[in-house]
T-cell receptor
């Protein structure tokens, strides 16, 4: 059975800190891994990763995939209170579906 | 473009009542999905559709039915609501083929409480 596990489940940091969120997976027919940010309502797309070792970057956020060790990390540098959210990773196979992890709840304190 | 919209936004049901949640998208997407989100459990796929007139089961389909009579709409039905179905329901859609994965666009969610 395909499985996606995120850690930690929750995290509290102060503004300016750097955080690393983890996502490991045990899946068949891997196609891509996606990261989403969820604030009050709907998840919004951050990154899609398909190849090992290639970093995707957007401002203070970056992510990388390791297909050999079956994990991905999401880094946020110089955190701000606006980064407080649930961060979700999801695996995509060849069935058209996404399998989500449990999410990491990040709280950034002023 | 409105993107993905969901109606209603909130609903309270009594055990045994039925209801239908409507998802609509105006992006001409082929794929549509229904998820539920419960605390600490991420998003779990209920049912999905790869095109008009098609539906398929996800991870947690029991107690739900779906229909995709029109490409732009995906309906989620609860025939006899149970308290275990209290959750936040998200609809999503995407373009692309089975093997060319693109991001999913999510609706704003429906908060359902079953008493």
């Amino acid at each position: 059975e395909d499985k996606v596990v995120q850690s930690p489940l929750s995290l509290v940091v102060h503004e300016g800190d750097t955080v690393t969120l983890n996502c490991s997976y045990e899946v068949t027919n891997f196609r891509s891994l996606l990261w989403y940010k969820q604030e009050k309502k709907a998840p919004t797309f951050l990154f899609m990763l398909t190849s090992s070792g290639i970093e995707k970057k957007s401002g203070r956020l970056s992510s990388i995939l390791d297909k050999k060790e079956l994990f991905s990390i999401l880094n946020i540098t110089a955190t701000q209170t606006g980064d407080s959210a649930i961060y979700l990773c999801a695996f995509s196979g060849n069935t058209g579906k996404l399998i989500f992890g449990q999410g990491t709840t990040l709280q950034v304190k002023p | 473009n409105a993107g993905v919209t969901q109606t209603p936004k909130f609903r309270v049901l009594k055990t045994g009542q039925s209801m239908t949640l409507l998802c609509a998208q105006d992006m001409n997407h082929e794929y549509m999905y229904w998820y539920r989100q419960d605390p600490g459990m991420g998003l779990r796929l209920i049912h999905y559709s790869v095109g008009e007139g098609t539906t398929a089961k996800g991870e947690v389909p029991d107690g739900y039915n779906v229909s995709r009579l029109k490409k732009q709409n995906f309906l989620l039905g609860l025939e006899s609501a149970a308290p275990s179905q209290t959750s936040v329901y998200f609809c999503a859609s995407r373009t692309g083929g089975l093997r060319s994965y693109n991001e999913q666009f999510f609706g704003p969610g429906t908060r359902l409480t079953v008493l």
